[in-house]
Nanobody
Framework: VQLQAFGGGLVRAGGSLSLSCAASGMNLGYRMAWYRQAPGKQRELVAGFSFNGSIAMLNSVKGRFAISRDNAKDILYLRMNDLKPEATAVYYC???????????WGQGTLVTVSS
């Protein structure tokens, strides 16, 4: 199982970025999410699909970020609008197999928002 995240970069406050995560090797049902870890802080859930298909999202990004998934291509997306400097972090793609509860992490992609 591999998760590869793409799309990070440097953007000014108020700008937008889209992240993608390509999953491979996953043959069973799984749940996917985006996490982030800012310097000196703990990793936190940004947005993700729960086991019942509903979406969980960090309160501070509601209305500005959107998570979506292309099941046919096994790609997870995160669209980030109106970015704020506090969004600066390494963003990680995460997956958990529904049956085995085995977890997988991508390599992370750095998002830097300048003020």
């Amino acid at each position: 199982v591999q998760l590869q995240a793409f799309g990070g970069g440097l953007v000014r406050a108020g700008g937008s970025l889209s992240l993608s995560c390509a999953a491979s090797g996953m043959n069973l049902g799984y749940r996917m999410a985006w996490y982030r870890q800012a310097p000196g802080k703990q990793r936190e859930l940004v947005a993700g699909f729960s086991f019942n298909g509903s979406i969980a999202m960090l309160n501070s990004v509601k209305g500005r970020f959107a998570i979506s998934r292309d099941n046919a291509k096994d790609i997870l997306y995160l669209r980030m609008n109106d970015l704020k400097p506090e969004a600066t972090a390494v963003y990680y793609c995460y997956a958990i197999q529904i049956i085995s509860r085995k977890e997988y992490w991508g390599q992370g992609t750095l998002v830097t928002v300048s003020s």
